[in-house]
């Protein structure tokens, strides 16, 4: 858990955060969001303390990091940033190597983690662990880059617009192995970005900044049905509630009781494995006025407009 | 997956390598074979070799006041550049940088002239000369390395926890060595032809036969200091010269 209280940083009369207080539980998905020079990388770079506080504390676990040795703290936290950062002189099994290295672990064990974390981002370990940075494709770079910071197993990962120089296809393939990621390992995160789709998609919690301050932190359907002001609105637009729909899985919804004569076959129908949005364009586009939700062929209830948006109107759905 | 254009660079860097190393060799140490070269482009000429001393002898103070010069210039330069970036020689660095400049700008025959009188005549006066050259190359070769590392491989080698000394030493230096050692190159090579100065101030070398061809119009004198110093300064510029291996590895 990183409990951030009062967090100040100040250069010269200019300040770049400005009290900022949020919690993060331990294993909560935390998204950094807003506009460009809000203050997203100083807050983050504080948890790591590769930027030291003017005033505040950050408690890790309870333990005020400033008492921590910055190296050994940081090797707690995994580390990604846009441009990967990846060493270029070192192989991909070195690169993920790093911190297993830093902390002295044996050569075995550490062949076997960087194979297996290689398995975990989608890389082949056997195609990919001999070659060099400059051999692979952004978006392969960048999943190393998650690969190394994973390495170590440490209970944080800090990622600093981590799919920020990827192509729009291969950002959403790394979001959604993202999400994937982690539903598996349920590490802390703190993530960020100033892509509200990306922050939407992933957050449990959105904090959302502004010229250093902390306009509201609360999960993306809490800033849709209460922001809390003005601000907050306006920056995630008209589209905040579709994109909400995005987050839920179709199966999550209370369906309509079902008439027991139709097949999937016959009507319009999704299948339960998409998401709320998804549901949506089908209905749109079916010209529909509801539709069967069926589950690998199986009718199991009916779906309208109604059901789709009260999912979503009291902020209960679970992601 | 290196392709085989990659493996004919690197297999004709080493050729040239081993052929440029054996010429100078066989220069050196075949002196009969050497002579009949040098009869050959030098017909009319009736002494083809300098008497005084064996090639291999001239080579050997060649190469002494060449690596001498060098191995103290490559430390006292590594040491400045490295002063120059520290936090604590930051302010300094102008002065460090426009000191070595003004190294550079007097001409090593004026600066073995100047210290003659302390020294004598001898190594001293030609390696403190060359030094004094080369310190200001390597120094910048060693800042402008350093600085040349992406600020992200930094960033990244800060965030995962590395010490200031590791991060140095595993990302930093093998990073920058590639400049570092094109500056180094440079300076062996410069370093290799200018200590044939050392004929001036008797401190040997393959000078001294170009100096006493010049002296006694012997063309041949002068070819036979000539070409092993040439043929040494191409063997030590191909040899540290990374391989072309483009496909490879472009950083
Ligand atoms: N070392 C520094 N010295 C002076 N000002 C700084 C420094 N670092 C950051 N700032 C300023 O602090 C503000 C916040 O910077 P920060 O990098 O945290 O913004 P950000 O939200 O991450 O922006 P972006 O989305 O563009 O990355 C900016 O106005 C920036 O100019
Ligand atoms: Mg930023």
């Excluded at chain 1, 440490?154 to 999400?179: C, H, I, N, S, W």
């Excluded at chain 2, 190159?185 to 010049?214: C, D, Q, R, W, Y």
Aim: proline share 6%; glycine share 8%.
């Amino acid at each position: 858990m990183i409990e951030i209280a009062d967090l100040t940083k100040r250069y010269g009369s200019f300040t770049a955060v400005d009290s900022v207080s949020l919690t993060v539980e331990q294993g909560q998905f935390t998204v950094l969001l807003g506009p460009s020079g809000s203050g997203k990388t100083t807050v983050l770079r504080m948890i790591n303390r590769m930027v030291e506080p003017t005033s505040g504390r950050v408690l890790l676990n309870g333990v005020d990091t400033a008492t921590m040795r910055p190296e050994s703290l940081r090797r707690t936290m995994g580390y990604v940033i846009q441009n990967t950062g990846l060493f270029p002189n070192m192989t991909i099994r070195r690169n993920v190597a790093t911190v297993p290295r830093l902390l002295g672990w044996d050569r075995r064990r550490i062949e076997e983690r960087v194979s297996e974390m290689l398995d975990l981002v989608g890389l082949d370990p056997d195609t990919y662990a001999s070659k060099y940075p400059h051999q692979l494709s952004g978006g392969e770079a960048q999943r190393v880059g998650v690969a190394r910071a994973l390495a170590a197993d440490p209970p944080v990962l800090l990622m600093d617009e981590p799919f920020g120089a990827v192509d729009p296809l291969t950002r959403e393939r790394l979001q959604l192995e993202m999400k994937r990621l982690h539903a598996k390992l349920r590490k802390t995160i703190v993530f960020v970005t100033h892509d509200i789709d990306e922050a939407v998609l992933l957050a449990d919690r959105i904090a959302l900044l502004r010229e250093g301050h902390l306009e509201q932190y609360a999960a993306p359907e809490k800033l849709w049905i209460e922001p809390a002001s003005e601000f907050v609105k306006g920056f995630f637009g008209e589209n905040l509630g579709l994109r909400i729909m995005a987050r839920h899985c179709l199966s999550s919804v209370p369906f309509k009781p079902l008439d027991p004569s139709v097949s999937c076959a016959a009507a319009p129908h999704v299948e339960d494995s998409v998401t709320l949005k998804e549901a949506l364009a089908e209905l749109v586009g079916a010209k529909a006025t509801k539709l069967i939700v069926c589950h690998e062929g199986a009718p199991r209830g009916v779906v309208d407009f109604e059901t789709l948006v009260k999912a979503l109107g009291d902020g209960s759905a679970p992601a | 997956m290196i392709g085989w254009r990659t493996r004919a660079g690197t297999l004709g860097h080493w050729a040239g390598v081993t052929v440029l190393g054996a010429v100078t060799a066989w220069m050196t140490f075949d002196a009969t074979g050497f002579e009949l070269l040098l009869r050959f482009l030098v017909p009319d000429q009736r002494a083809v070799l300098y008497p005084t001393k064996p090639l291999s002898v001239l080579m050997g103070e060649q190469v002494y006041l060449t690596m001498a010069s060098s191995a103290i210039a490559l430390v006292v330069g590594v040491t400045l550049g490295l002063i120059a970036l520290s936090r604590a020689g930051k302010p300094f660095r102008d002065l460090i940088m426009s000191v070595g400049n003004l190294a550079q700008t007097v001409p090593s025959v004026a600066i073995m002239a100047l210290v003659i009188p302390l020294t004598g005549y001898g190594a001293e006066p030609v390696v403190i000369a060359l030094v004094l050259y080369s310190i200001l190359p390597i120094m910048l070769n060693v800042v402008a390395g350093i600085e040349s590392v992406s600020p992200d491989a930094i960033d990244a080698a800060t965030g995962m926890g590395m010490t200031p000394r590791q991060r140095f030493l595993s990302v930093q230096l093998p990073l920058a060595m590639p400049v570092i050692m094109g500056g180094v190159k440079n300076m062996l090579v410069i370093n290799v032809s200018a200590a044939t100065l050392g004929a001036v101030v008797a401190a040997g070398g393959l000078g001294m036969p170009i100096l006493a061809g010049f002296k006694e119009y012997n063309d041949a004198y002068i070819l036979e200091g000539a070409l092993p110093s040439i043929t040494l300064a191409l063997f030590i510029d191909r040899l540290l010269s990374p391989p072309d291996t483009r496909d490879e590895a472009v950083a």
